[in-house]
């Protein structure tokens, strides 16, 4: 419950125990999390809520992630809408192979579109009676080093508001002000650009595959995913700075189709109406630590990979479900170490997820060195026919459980 307190000039004050920056999966699952445990917290948003809630992002879910939607009560429709996928196909000109996770390792994956996570998010939030502010503007955090840690910010009315905390949680991606409150004499950064982007697309057909296709091509890269049994998600790799206008669509499905194999084996790429098309640039980035002082940053607010492993949402899950018992700990155990820990804990399965994504990224794209190019086929060769190759790519891929 959030509790107003008085102000000294006309900025409305309210307290709160955990301030969440950032209305997305990473901010609504920790408010759901720490609701659970008797914990107070109001979250604060730069979009409208009609953006959070339409917003394209990722559209896999690691057995985890599943895991502990299922626990927390969010499951259902998950289950009733959501695809569960055994494993994917990697290819590459007149080859094409299925890598089964289940067989491999016993656990699974969904397409279920974070879109459709934040929707079962934001539901319950309102069911509980969440605050949560939407389209906030000038949001800024205020003495993290200290015992009384606060957030400002204008409210869509044009209100100026404060949030007095005892945390401050920052789950507001990779351009919000969490990730810049940490003092530059004590951050560290990790960053690799890639020299290509993808250009992807969203179309309203049925998917031509049963599960996700990985293809290597000597013109670039392609994938083809889906969000639901009559929409599909198709990428394309392209040069970065690639102005998406100048793709037909024509141009587009004849990529795909060179691609992605249509005909081979007798298999085919229906193409359909094309609804949203984007260009995605690709980057790794890691910043540490994870907490100073009274600031956790959790998600993209930490860290960044390329959607080759399919890790964003599912990293920002597994960030949360660290911080929220580590919160539970300090707030109402009366035990800082786990909070201590926080970090640490976290980091080590981010920069696990960043070397699988890089790993994924850097085998599936080309790049027009030639030496590359056979090492590309001499590792997908060997992923596709070992045992211990697919396992470890199912391992990664259908995710570590929580709190490795």
């Known amino acids: 419950m959030v509790v107003p307190g008085a102000a000294s000039d006309c900025t409305a004050r309210m307290r ?5 920056i950032g209305g997305g999966p990473a901010g609504l699952l920790l408010s759901h999390l720490l609701s659970a445990e008797g914990i107070d917290s109001v979250i604060i948003e730069a979009r409208s809520q009609e953006y959070v809630l339409s917003r394209i992002r990722a559209g896999i879910l690691e057995h985890s992630t599943v895991e502990l939607l299922d626990q927390i009560g969010l499951g259902r429709r998950l289950h009733a809408e959501g695809h569960e996928h055994r494993g994917i196909y990697l290819q590459w000109p007149e080859e094409r192979h299925h890598i089964d996770f289940v067989d491999h390792v016993g656990r699974s994956v969904w397409v279920y579109g974070q879109t459709e996570v934040t929707k079962d998010l934001v539901a319950a939030r309102e069911r509980d009676g969440q605050e949560i502010y939407y389209e906030a503007s000038d949001t800024a955090v205020h003495d993290i080093d200290s015992d009384a840690p606060y957030v400002t910010f204008t409210d869509s009315a044009g209100r100026p508001q404060r949030v007095d905390a005892v945390v401050i949680a920052g789950c507001d ?3 919000g002000p969490s990730r810049a409150a940490v003092p530059d004499a004590v951050r560290h950064t990790w960053e ?9 697309i969203l179309a309203d057909v049925a998917p031509s595959t049963d599960e996700l296709i990985y293809a290597w091509h000597p013109d670039g890269f392609a994938m083809h995913s889906m969000r639901s049994d009559t929409v599909s998600r198709l990428y394309l790799q392209v040069p970065n700075g690639t102005d998406v206008t100048t793709w037909s669509d024509d141009q587009i499905w004849d990529s795909l189709a060179t691609r992605l194999g249509h005909g081979q084996d007798g298999w085919t790429l229906n193409p359909g109406p094309i609804t949203d098309r984007s260009v995605l640039p690709m980057r790794s980035y890691v ?3 994870m907490r100073h002082g009274a600031l956790f940053l959790a998600g993209d607010a930490a860290h960044t990979v390329p959607p080759t492993g399919a890790k964003g949402l599912n990293l920002a899950v597994a960030d949360v479900a660290a911080l929220a018992p580590a919160l539970t700990a300090l707030l109402r155990g009366n035990n800082p170490k786990p909070a201590a820990s926080y970090s640490d804990v976290a980091l080590r399965r981010v920069w696990r997820c960043t070397h699988f994504s890089w790993w994924m990224t850097t085998m599936l794209h080309t790049s027009g060195d030639p030496f590359d190019e056979q090492l590309q086929l001499s590792q997908l060769r060997w992923v596709a026919t070992s045992d211990a190759g697919a396992a470890g790519l199912a391992e990664n891929y ?3 459980p929580i709190g490795f």
């Open 16 to 20: 709160t125990e955990v301030a969440i």
């Open 173 to 175: 991606g990779s351009f």
């Open 192 to 200: 690799r650009v890639y020299p290509y982007s993808w250009l992807g």
């Open 287 to 289: 910043q540490t630590p």
């Open 398 to 400: 259908a995710g570590l």
